[in-house]
């Protein structure tokens, strides 16, 4: 298919219609499973986060003690999966309050304090800010999932590479380049942006309403790029890249060499691998996407299935290795849920949606992975809804 019939099939997205579908009824038996769950709490869910968050220590701590003995895909490996699982599924869950109601939990693990003040570098070191994470994804991206107004919306955010006329193999190998720079090329920035225009509305400085630049972000002449260069970059590329291997200097440089060059490879591996896990979640030409805001609750939940996929779900490898993004729709039901809980509800929720007709979208992450880069280049565009 040649670049512009790709572009002409992208204007022409499917439209549809649930004429059958009582809304309020669908949504009134998921409540009554929320409130089964959230009354079914108990120490275990989180020993269950706690067991997750060892793991994930586990793979970080075996990659960066094998690091130090040559550049090697493996400590590389180890490494990013470390990363990745404090991403995905630590601050994740945590900055939602999804063990907020779960008794016994330590007020560090709580959404107000996780990953705060100087437990950023403990609890979530990353490229992107926990706070602007909390507001552009927690606040923004849940709250108007698949809309126009989603900051995280992939066939909006892509629309200059869907209707660019360079060859496919060349959109190919832009999303190629994001796939593996997406944290700090995309996520770091969009976030941080997003956060600095909410608080400037918080100081009383009038809103322009329009969305922010991510080349801003970079710009050390605006004072965006200097906040964004001191908040994000410097402080994880200082940690990751120079600390970290200076602490192997004791055994020569080759150790810190290659602590260095696993930590790139690591970095390289852990973008790739949470761009496979998250950017596929709402995009694909079986999901929908939405022009304005939902009527009511009833039809905000039926956005929220209809808007988002799952994938292979089974035990606790499965899902580790997923990063527990393969409970996407339950999850953005009811973000404020512990990760166990998601696995619990995943089969009785998919039966009330099949029950009344709600698209229940599960399929293999590679094969949402070839969705979602047929959306970035135009192949195919996502499904809306009939007004």
């Known amino acids: ?31 009554a499973v929320r409130t089964e769950v959230e009354a079914s709490l108990t120490p275990e869910d989180f020993s269950h986060f706690r067991k997750m968050e060892r793991w994930g220590r586990v793979c970080s701590v ?30 994740h869950h945590a900055t939602h309050r999804g063990y907020d ?64 006329s360079k060859p496919l193999l060349v959109k190919y190998a832009i999303v190629a380049f994001f796939a593996f ?10 976030t941080f942006l997003e956060w600095r225009r909410a608080e400037r509305r918080r100081e009383g400085v009038p809103d322009t309403g329009e969305t922010p630049e991510l080349a801003t972000a970079f710009n050390p002449l605006h004072a965006d790029g200097r906040a964004f260069w001191w ?28 602590v260095f060059a696993n930590s790139v490879l690591a970095e390289l591996l852990t973008n790739l691998q949470s761009f496979i896990l ?7 030409d079986d999901l929908y996407r939405f022009e304005g805001r939902a009527a009511g609750h009833a039809e905000f939940s039926v956005r929220q299935v209809i808007g988002s996929v799952n994938y292979a779900t089974g035990g606790d490898v499965v899902d580790f290795l ?35 007709g709600v698209p229940y979208v599960q399929e293999g992450v590679f094969r949402r992975v070839k969705k979602l880069v047929d959306i970035m280049v135009g192949r195919t565009s996502m499904r809306t809804l009939e007004s």
């Open 231 to 258: 908040t994000c970059v410097l402080p994880y590329a200082a940690l990751r890249f120079v600390l970290l291997p200076a602490l192997f200097a004791p055994l020569g440089l080759w150790a810190v060499f290659s």
């Open 62 to 91: 075996l990659g960066y003690a094998t690091a130090w003995i040559a550049p090697n895909p493996l400590s590389a490996l180890l490494i990013a999966q470390g990363n990745t699982a404090r991403w995905t599924m630590m601050a």
């Open 101 to 164: 109601r779960v008794p016994g939990v330590p007020e560090r693990y709580t959404g107000r304090h996780f990953a705060t003040g100087w437990r950023r570098f403990i609890d979530w070191p990353d490229w992107i800010h926990p706070d602007a994470w909390r507001h552009e994804h927690n606040a923004l991206h849940h709250g108007r999932t698949g809309e126009t107004a989603d900051p995280d919306l992939v066939e909006f955010n892509t629309e200059w590479l869907r209707r660019s």
């Open 278 to 284: 998250i950017a596929p979640n709402h995009a694909g």
């Open 1 to 31: 298919m040649s670049s512009t019939a790709a572009a002409s099939r992208a204007e022409e997205p499917t439209r549809a219609t649930f004429p059958s579908l009582d809304a309020e009824a669908f949504a009134r038996e998921l409540q």
């Open 322 to 356: 997923h990063g527990w993004l393969n409970y996407q729709i339950e999850h953005h039901l009811w973000p404020s849920l512990p990760m166990s809980k998601y696995r619990e509800v995943q089969p009785r929720v998919k039966a009330i949606c099949e029950k009344h």
């Open 181 to 190: 720079t997406w944290k700090l090329t995309y996520y770091a920035p969009n």
